[in-house]
T-cell receptor, first 113, second 118 residues
Framework: GAGVSQSPRYKVAKRGQDVALRCDPI?????LFWYQQALGQGPEFLTY????????KSGLPSDRFFAERPEGSVSTLKIQRTQQEDSAVYLC???????????FGPGTRLTVL | AQKVTQAQTEISVVEKEDVTLDCVYE???????LFWYKQPPSGELVFLIR????DEQNEISGRYSWNFQKSTSSFNFTITASQVVDSAVYFC???????????????WGLGTSLAVNP
């Protein structure tokens, strides 16, 4: 079956632009996670959804970051007024439920100039 | 606090050598999960194994094996007869339970970059 997909794969933004990153989880997966991975580092948790409910957004680095999953399937991570420090790979993962194994998408590499 | 330490930043071996990647974790939870993921140059994180804290049996899958020891809080990963295709960054991760068990998030090590040379 299809895995987690993310789009775009690469995004270049000028500082100050808004960006939107999309994640399509595995069909039927209740839980969806967003992570940020800086170069040479492990992923860092950003936020977590169970169906359409955002149960934890403690990892979002600032109020410029916003995530939604309005129908409990596709999720969008939005970054407003991008800054250079936002440059990273943004990873989406989904799991059957919150205790299950997380399966990752290919990531979106964001470069802010 | 929950923490995962992968002390080996980079390892370089010659093909057919065995190699062990170390992972040490810290947690206050009595129930937790440990994971290994592989991240090849393409960037996608590939799930390798998940281990429940109550199951200390070692696991073997082909050339891969895992040694889980609660007494030393370690979950080490061994690749036998390494191949060039094993070259990747390998991450160990701990599943942290919080919010009365309703939420989980993965706490990650910094990864070990493995280079297998022909």
């Amino acid at each position: 079956g299809a895995g987690v997909s993310q789009s775009p794969r690469y995004k270049v933004a000028k500082r100050g632009q808004d960006v939107a990153l999309r994640c399509d989880p595995i069909s039927g997966h209740v839980s969806l996670f967003w992570y940020q991975q800086a170069l040479g580092q492990g992923p860092e948790f950003l936020t977590y959804f169970q169906n359409e409910a955002q149960l934890d957004k403690s990892g979002l680095p600032s109020d410029r970051f916003f995530a939604e999953r309005p129908e409990g399937s596709v999720s969008t991570l939005k970054i407003q007024r991008t800054q250079q420090e936002d440059s990273a790979v943004y990873l989406c993962a989904s799991s059957l439920d919150n205790a299950d194994t997380q399966y990752f998408g290919p990531g979106t590499r964001l470069t802010v100039l | 606090a929950q923490k995962v330490t992968q002390a080996q930043t980079e390892i370089s071996v010659v093909e057919k050598e065995d190699v062990t990647l170390d992972c040490v974790y810290e947690t206050r939870d009595t129930t937790y999960y440990l994971f290994w993921y592989k991240q090849p140059p393409s960037g996608e994180l590939v799930f390798l194994i998940r281990r429940n804290s109550f199951d200390e049996q070692n696991e073997i899958s082909g050339r891969y094996s895992w040694n889980f020891q609660k007494s030393t809080s370690s979950f080490n990963f061994t690749i036998t007869a390494s191949q060039v295709v094993d070259s990747a960054v390998y991450f160990c991760a701990l599943s942290e339970v919080y919010n009365a068990g309703n939420n989980r998030k993965l706490i990650w090590g910094l990864g070990t970059s493995l280079a297998v040379n022909p």
